[in-house]
């Protein structure tokens, strides 16, 4: 591996042109063809490693929820479009983004509302903080989900939202690669014509027909590029966690890690963005690595500690906390008797798909980074 | 589609050459060199369609129980290497083979039995008849089995079996591809060199990793050409089939059918094998369709009758039957009341590996064949 | 690697049951169930190695040729379907097959010749020994092909044949998966509703299209299992070939060698069939291995030698001989200033699709076998 | 399809709030948790279609030839890394982007001249634009390019560049995905450790090796994700592009197009970038389409004109023009004797795997736009 001092900008190999009063002018001359040199720039965008501008943030959940249930008598669903706080990464203002090219929010819908029907190139998954009674209908299929149920909106399908619950808000999580898709150009967004679609007589029918071990034979072959398995309740996914948990060790990195998967290919739920669910046995403290790829991650049970990039981050269940690209990041159980886990989504398959992804152990102090805030 | 009278060996297209004495002492000739005139086999070897020598048979379990018990006394395991009573189709005897390129039989192993362990190039799976108590070791993995469980060995893994019940034997039926792995000349045996394997610690734990909607995640990546999950209990299967009956119709020619799968890729647990649960409603008739592919079914619940190649067949649980490749086949669900479920293996990676799958509906009689044995 | 001696059918781990009146009277009650006892024959059918029936044969072009001609007044084309001299194993006589399940035969076709139009699910190509002149109609496609040139016919397209030269006949060799196929219950044959297709107003446009390192783009993507590319004439073959060989040291096994592809997959140009080229230099003489699958080679350039399972075997241009599953073959170029080229063609994707492939070299004498005929 | 119309930021299903005290007040005490309010932003970052920041440009080789030359003794190599002028979009200058999340530049070497090697997680490509004598070696792999000829060094690849001519400059194209792969936050850098690398004793073996319609067989799989084939010399692949003229019509938007292709799996030659070579026939102009995606072209052969988001760019061999995501092109061959040829590199393979390629014809005028500038 490089070594920490082999990131010198004046050895050979590296651009090392002094300005001089002929290459200003030759500069200007450039500047007014729509053109520039190559080496007043190359170091900058030629970095020895990933240079993000994303920072390390946590947002405590209660903290969010009182401003989150403020929305609900400010705006209406109607005219929000969604009724959603976002969280901004203060170094990725400009996209709207959490963290890399990932947004998230946090979206209320009070008892008895329904949004209107929309699609978007962007793809979109939801992880539920509170409240009984959201329903979610993609593609004409309308599906029920509950606290921390995972379920996923794929790119350009129709879906609206809804809480059918009488007495109670719902919120959830949103997550989307909005700000991927706009950088690349690629957004596209339309209202349902008829602003409303027509369920299916079956609810919950991905689930009826993807939940098992055994897949749907005879039919037309599922050729979409994502997962036709559209929720991941949280009773059964926990319950896959804690059954691998007594199979494995796990990762030295992530504690007992799985993956939300595609049952059709055993991939990412979708091509732009994967899904993980991670627990960490009582008082387990694991090695820090980093990895090219951004990370939202969600409290989905107990407390606990992440450091990242040397800053420490306690969470608790309802906080979300971001790794950018290439920090070192560990986590820690702070309960010596209960599990804790993390819901965490990710642009992995993006790394992956395009030959980008990259990852290595942390190599001092045990695999522990020293930390700024004790 | 081909209608039956174009298929006229006197037609243009087709070998029309008559014997005469010139062409017999050419023939002669040929023979002499390793040689042969092709037109002299020509319709023989491309025929119209395909010119299965299995037939369909049907084996009941109230015949063959008694048998298979009989065979406890007789040999020791050891001796026998399994003890098995293998199923024979009458027209594959040379090949010992239940219908195409399959073979099946039913092992029993007495109250405490263990085998000694050995691998083959062949692949093999178990789906169990009756008895608690068995168990399967495989590359090192232990796995408990019940009645009507599915599970696999995949080729060349190291296995062993036995039943760890102290008062009843344990019935259950093999499947195997040994006839196409020998015709492709391709098969191999080994014995495990310290006869035993040493299993790991953990119990089930394909199960425990691989059986829930979550993959491992951050794994070393499966990349064998088999499935990881190495057993499909028969609650959660059966629980699969019906959750998906509330979701779909199903398949006029099935009934409602799901495949059990690799988790990793969404296709067949094996290369050559896969296998089938389908559920026939209370009174449910399908229509009549055929494909190319043999298959070996197994009555798992109720009682039914299916016609193949219009011969009329009665089943219940625990009856074996076979349908030989483009025979036409249907089912019935006999009783009004419960539904009736078929497990059932067949060789339908190979047809799509090779690119020779074809599928066809049984075009008259609102897809019914007229049978002749009523 | 297991040793020779552990090939012991008395050692615990096989089949050892010694018949007894009473099992004697077991076997035929389970006969009379069609139904038999597996130990009887596991040793068989469950072999330590593979044990084709194929054996290793030489076909000299010399013997062959005045046999071929011969039936060109013999037998008219149009009577005969295919005026084809097929190639014989001594162990495989009752499927018509080379070796394996490979089938070969060379075919003439006489000055203006035109056969009629037929499709089977079988898989076919062609190796042209002699004549210019000669065509083929794939799918509507014509294709000229000249001396050497390799050309498929993939499962399941028309194809007619001619010979459109003067004064000379046209032999080449087909390859098909006939025996494969049928072994499998899936052949299907049709002879073309109008006798003779109507091709497209371009010839060679498969070499047009896909003949170089682009490919055409925007199309209709190309889906089907096998080479939109159905021609590699000899010229450009060879080119490669000497192209590699100056690249490369190549195989310690095979000399330097290629494989015909797909070019949008870079993959096999059938789903059942692959097709080799290779050189051996001047002087050369190859290690041995072997591997399942087997191979039915034909001298394209210059003379050499082949051991076969400890058999020589002398070749030149146009002799053809046969490799059978897991035989030990290595091969020598007997000139010492010329190079010398092997086609081949095999059933290795179906080895590969089906996890079946094995390879090991010759462990002994630096590779090389013992020989019995010197 | 949506029709412009329905392009209405005030119609149910968008952000339609207006600012009050109480919501300023709110998007403040927001602020000062690193969060916001959707509807704020969600029009702009949902937007009905793609709203790329690049605009259509042209650069005139004429224009660009001399500066890139006046480089050549305004700085060392060794000093600017690389002697490059790059073509910077002035819609993207912050990212030192030609169009989209593209770079391209134009570099120059002396006569002699040797860079020093490095590699990067970006991936680059080469067009050439004049001078013989231009080599590369990546990653040991020495291949020599010559005008009009392509050549790729695939992400993290060690590469580095010379002229071996005594007497004239070579000026080459670069084209490469550095703008993506900072977005992605996944760039890395190294200087080669001993500054060059020690190339195999054998020139252009990509070339030798792959460059015919067979593949080497045998030897170790390729599994990386780019081309084994690393260059594309210009005759061959004229050459192709003129016989895929012979066998079909071609694209209505693009002519006859090919696109250099990953020998062994038949896609693009890169993860993130394809490259493209098209041709015109004499006085062929082809009717207007748009696509998600971003493109650089570079006019290889004759003169033409191409109308880009209604505007008119006349191009002759050398100039490089760009089209953005989504921006409606088309093309025209102003020679009514010769054919044009444009070589293209661009972004697809990333919308393709990330699930965001769309396209769509021109509905209007037979295809063809109105223009600004006549």
């Given at each position: 591996m490089t070594s920490e001092n082999s990131y010198d900008d004046e050895r050979i190999g590296r651009a090392r042109v002094n300005d001089s009063p002929e290459l200003l002018a030759y500069y200007e001359e450039l500047a007014k063809h729509e053109a520039g040199a190559l080496w007043t720039v190359a170091n900058e965008i030629e970095p020895w490693y990933p240079q993000p501008k994303s920072v390390p943030v946590l947002w405590r959940y209660a903290d969010l929820r009182p401003l989150v249930r403020k929305a609900l008598p400010l705006v209406k669903a109607d005219d929000a479009g969604r009724r959603v706080v976002m969280l901004v990464n203060p170094g990725r203002r400009e996209l709207s983004a959490a963290v890399g090219l990932l947004y998230t929010g946090l979206q209320i819908m009070g008892p008895g509302e329904a949004m209107t029907a929309h699609r978007h190139q962007a793809s979109a998954l939801r992880f539920v903080h509170e409240g009984a009674g959201a329903w979610t209908v993609v593609d004409g299929q309308k599906l029920k989900v509950g606290p921390r149920d995972f379920a996923i909106t794929p790119n350009n399908t129709w879906h609206e939202h809804g809480n059918e619950a009488e007495d109670h808000p719902v919120i959830w999580q949103d997550g989307l690669d909005i700000p991927l898709v706009n950088t690349l150009d690629a957004n596209f967004y339309e209202v349902h014509p008829e602003l409303y679609q027509r369920p299916?007589?079956?609810?919950?029918?991905?689930?009826?027909?993807?939940?098992?071990?055994?897949?749907?034979?005879?039919?037309?072959?599922?050729?979409?590029?994502?997962?036709?398995?559209?929720?991941?309740?949280?009773?059964?996914?926990?319950?896959?966690?804690?059954?691998?948990?007594?199979?494995?060790?796990?990762?030295?990195?992530?504690?007992?890690?799985?993956?939300?998967?595609?049952?059709?290919?055993?991939?990412?739920?979708?091509?732009?963005?994967?899904?993980?669910?991670?627990?960490?046995?009582?008082?387990?403290?694991?090695?820090?690595?980093?990895?090219?790829?951004?990370?939202?991650?969600?409290?989905?049970?107990?407390?606990?500690?992440?450091?990242?990039?040397?800053?420490?981050?306690?969470?608790?269940?309802?906080?979300?906390?971001?790794?950018?690209?290439?920090?070192?990041?560990?986590?820690?159980?702070?309960?010596?008797?209960?599990?804790?886990?993390?819901?965490?989504f990710n642009d992995f398959p993006v790394m992956h798909s395009l030959g980008l992804y990259r990852e290595e152990p942390y190599p001092d102090h045990d695999g522990h980074q020293p930390t700024t805030n004790p």
């Amino acid at each position: 591996m490089t070594s920490e001092n082999s990131y010198d900008d004046e050895r050979i190999g590296r651009a090392r042109v002094n300005d001089s009063p002929e290459l200003l002018a030759y500069y200007e001359e450039l500047a007014k063809h729509e053109a520039g040199a190559l080496w007043t720039v190359a170091n900058e965008i030629e970095p020895w490693y990933p240079q993000p501008k994303s920072v390390p943030v946590l947002w405590r959940y209660a903290d969010l929820r009182p401003l989150v249930r403020k929305a609900l008598p400010l705006v209406k669903a109607d005219d929000a479009g969604r009724r959603v706080v976002m969280l901004v990464n203060p170094g990725r203002r400009e996209l709207s983004a959490a963290v890399g090219l990932l947004y998230t929010g946090l979206q209320i819908m009070g008892p008895g509302e329904a949004m209107t029907a929309h699609r978007h190139q962007a793809s979109a998954l939801r992880f539920v903080h509170e409240g009984a009674g959201a329903w979610t209908v993609v593609d004409g299929q309308k599906l029920k989900v509950g606290p921390r149920d995972f379920a996923i909106t794929p790119n350009n399908t129709w879906h609206e939202h809804g809480n059918e619950a009488e007495d109670h808000p719902v919120i959830w999580q949103d997550g989307l690669d909005i700000p991927l898709v706009n950088t690349l150009d690629a957004n596209f967004y339309e209202v349902h014509p008829e602003l409303y679609q027509r369920p299916g007589p079956v609810t919950n029918s991905s689930l009826l027909s993807y939940g098992g071990n055994l897949l749907p034979y005879g039919a037309e072959k599922w050729t979409r590029p994502y997962s036709p398995l559209l929720g991941w309740p949280w009773e059964p996914s926990y319950h896959a966690l804690c059954q691998l948990a007594r199979a494995t060790e796990g990762s030295p990195y992530d504690g007992v890690i799985m993956e939300y998967t595609n049952p059709v290919t055993g991939g990412p739920v979708m091509p732009t963005m994967a899904a993980h669910l991670q627990l960490l046995r009582p008082g387990q403290a694991t090695r820090a690595h980093r990895h090219t790829g951004s990370v939202v991650y969600t409290a989905a049970k107990g407390r606990g500690v992440s450091v990242i990039a040397g800053q420490r981050f306690e969470w608790q269940q309802g906080d979300i906390f971001v790794v950018p690209s290439w920090a070192w990041h560990e986590h820690a159980n702070l309960d010596q008797g209960e599990d804790a886990c993390l819901f965490s989504f990710n642009d992995f398959p993006v790394m992956h798909s395009l030959g980008l992804y990259r990852e290595e152990p942390y190599p001092d102090h045990d695999g522990h980074q020293p930390t700024t805030n004790p």
